[in-house]
């Protein structure tokens, strides 16, 4: 397992165990609560192809490629360690070109940045 998969795994899991990151997974529309259906394929340099599911507000961890996926990013496995490491974020990382957004909107994936921030905040 490549570092990048293996530090994700571990924030995936605190993320699914802290209501407060699981929050950012609801979208309020007219009044209603609406879960937030979102996945994110990683295409990183030197590593095996993963992504991530958020349904019902859990994240879940996959080995390969989805080719549907809503978020499709590549680049530097280094950026990830970071950003797991609060050392980062995915703004910075996109903006130095360590991480390309293949497809999809930045700003799903900044929202994958304030549920990541909410676990490192709690300790």
Not at 25 to 39: L, P, Q
Not at 70 to 98: L, N, W, Y
Request: hydrophobic share 40%; charged share 25%; net charge neutral.
């Amino acid at each position: 397992m490549g570092a990048s998969k293996e530090i994700l795994k571990n924030t995936v899991e605190k993320m699914n165990m802290n209501p407060k990151a699981q929050v950012v997974f609801v979208t309020n529309i007219a009044g209603n609560d609406i879960d937030w259906e979102m996945s994110f394929q990683f295409n990183l340099s030197n590593e095996d192809p993963y992504f991530i599911e958020i349904r019902n507000r859990e994240v879940t961890l996959f080995d390969g490629v989805k080719s549907d996926a809503k978020i499709v990013m590549s680049g530097d496995p280094a950026a990830i360690v970071r950003i797991c490491e609060g050392k980062g974020d995915f703004t910075h990382a996109i903006s130095r070109e360590q991480i390309t957004v293949v497809k999809g909107k930045v700003m799903d994936v900044i929202r994958l940045t304030r549920a990541i921030t909410i676990v490192l905040k709690t300790k």
